[in-house]
């Protein structure tokens, strides 16, 4: 709708009353008014053009106020376009019956100029509010878009494929709740040729969890990549977490935290070094099944400023998969409200042995969906499996 002017429809199969009210519509400052002699003609008129308010009579031939509404009903552009009733005194059950088919309100005969102008100032007003809400929703949904796209644009997304000179096999999966969530994951090649591999989820969703995820995937890496130990050496996951955590724990007006796993695997090595921050124990798929990886679990990141992680080293086999995952697996609900749980997420897991990391994290993926059904997504999910596969 225009400010400074306004377009309105009259619709009256009376001349007499379409005369009358457009003239005092226009002594009212009114100027762009259109005139329909019945809901035929207003119904073409309102398809092929740009209204901001319709005034309409209840009783016309052909096509009457309540077939009108019903039709403006069905065009999903014209659904929310206001209209004002045209009625005699001795009408008012048939208003009652056109707000209750979407009119905002009525004028009466004869028409009185003082609630003339204040129930038309009225709908334009709120015509004007709904159409400032819509284009702030549109604007938002935009940018959400945008921001979505950016965060899946900061995780990997292209998963290399096994080599004999670095046979492991990694795949991955995020599923924000919202547009943008706070889950995140990430890998990569470390200078000495082992692989370091992540997931994390941020204690809140939506923007301010992207956010702190951001920040927290690229403290990880920076500090992975740039800090030495004694003799120019590469960090453990304990200390790498140590120092994330120091620097989440500054600042952090929000007291945002994340839980998040970290392991380095040392294909030539057969070795894993693992450091858990108050995330879920992952799983290890091998020749004995399916068995959780306990660890020395520490507090989430962000918390306390002082605190010390620990490293866990451990073997692993040729045909090893360790799947690591947030909680929105496991806390992905169906129609009854229950969860999906850790029983069943393993019996899934148990179904997927001896297959590579894409077909474990889709064949989760899929469990869960099924289980789920139309439920809505409460929360992330975000999943991350990596094996080491058998040397050709």
């Known amino acids: 709708m225009s400010a400074a002017e306004p377009r309105l429809l009259v619709v009256d199969d009376n001349e007499d009353n379409r005369y009358t009210l457009t003239m005092m519509l226009n002594i009212e400052g009114y100027d762009d008014v259109a005139v329909a002699e019945d809901g035929a003609k207003a119904l073409d008129l309102l398809k092929s053009q740009a209204f901001d308010l319709v005034l309409l009579d209840v009783m016309m031939?052909?096509?009457?106020?309540?077939?009108?509404?019903?039709?403006l009903k069905?065009?999903?552009?014209?659904?929310?376009?206001?209209?004002?009733?045209?009625?005699?005194?001795?009408?008012?059950?048939?208003?009652?019956?056109?707000?209750?088919?979407?009119?905002?309100?009525?004028?009466?005969?004869?028409?009185?100029?003082v609630l003339l102008k204040?129930?038309?100032?009225?709908?334009?007003?709120?015509?004007?509010?709904?159409?400032?809400?819509?284009?702030?929703?549109?604007?938002?949904?935009?940018?959400?878009?945008?921001?979505?796209d950016l965060q899946m644009s900061m995780v990997?997304?292209?998963?290399?494929?096994?080599?004999?000179?670095?046979?492991?096999?990694?795949?991955?999966?995020?599923?924000?709740?919202?547009?943008?969530?706070?889950?995140?994951?990430?890998?990569?090649?470390?200078?000495?040729?082992?692989l370091a591999f992540l997931l994390g989820d941020v204690s809140d969703k939506g923007v301010p969890a992207a956010l702190f995820m951001a920040r927290t995937k690229n403290l990880v890496r920076l500090i992975t990549e740039l800090a030495r130990g004694?003799?120019?050496?590469?960090?453990?996951?304990?200390?790498?977490?140590?120092?994330?955590?120091?620097?989440?724990?500054?600042?952090?007006a929000t007291l945002m935290f994340v839980t998040m796993f970290l392991g380095v695997i040392d294909a030539a090595?057969?070795?894993?070094?693992?450091?858990?921050?108050?995330?879920?124990?992952?799983?290890?798929?091998?020749?004995?099944?399916?068995?959780?990886?306990?660890?020395?679990?520490?507090?989430?990141?962000?918390?306390?400023?002082?605190?010390?992680?620990?490293?866990?080293?451990?073997?692993?086999?040729?045909?090893?998969?360790?799947?690591?995952?947030?909680?929105?697996?496991?806390?992905?609900?169906?129609?009854?409200?229950?969860?999906?749980?850790?029983?069943?997420?393993?019996?899934?897991?148990?179904?997927l042995l001896g297959t590579g990391a894409q077909n474990v994290v889709s064949g989760v993926a899929d469990a869960v969906l099924q289980y789920a059904m139309e439920q809505p997504q409460a929360d992330d999910i975000t999943m991350l499996a990596v094996r080491l596969c058998h040397e050709s």
Not at 62 to 68: C, D, F, L, P, R
Not at 232 to 252: A, H, K, Y
């Open 74 to 113: 069905k065009v999903g552009s014209l659904r929310d376009l206001p209209v004002l009733m045209i009625s005699a005194v001795t009408e008012l059950d048939s208003v009652v019956r056109c707000i209750e088919l979407g009119a905002v309100d009525y004028l009466p005969k004869p028409f009185n100029p």
């Open 156 to 194: 990997p997304r292209t998963f290399p494929a096994p080599t004999p000179q670095c046979p492991i096999d990694i795949h991955a999966l995020m599923q924000p709740a919202r547009e943008v969530g706070g889950d995140l994951y990430d890998f990569f090649r470390l200078d000495d040729g082992r």
């Open 269 to 351: 090595g057969r070795r894993l070094e693992l450091c858990n921050a108050g995330h879920n124990d992952p799983y290890c798929l091998g020749r004995e099944g399916v068995r959780t990886i306990a660890t020395r679990k520490g507090i989430p990141l962000g918390i306390k400023l002082d605190t010390c992680y620990e490293t866990t080293r451990m073997p692993i086999e040729e045909g090893d998969t360790l799947f690591v995952f947030s909680d929105g697996v496991t806390d992905a609900t169906n129609r009854d409200q229950e969860p999906f749980s850790e029983a069943r997420l393993e019996n899934a897991l148990g179904g």
């Open 230 to 252: 004694e003799n120019r050496s590469i960090l453990s996951p304990g200390e790498i977490m140590t120092r994330v955590n120091r620097e989440l724990c500054t600042d952090n």
């Open 61 to 71: 031939p052909h096509v009457n106020g309540y077939e009108v509404l019903a039709e």
């Open 118 to 148: 204040a129930r038309i100032a009225a709908c334009l007003e709120k015509k004007r509010l709904r159409d400032a809400l819509l284009a702030h929703t549109a604007r938002m949904e935009s940018e959400l878009a945008v921001a979505r």
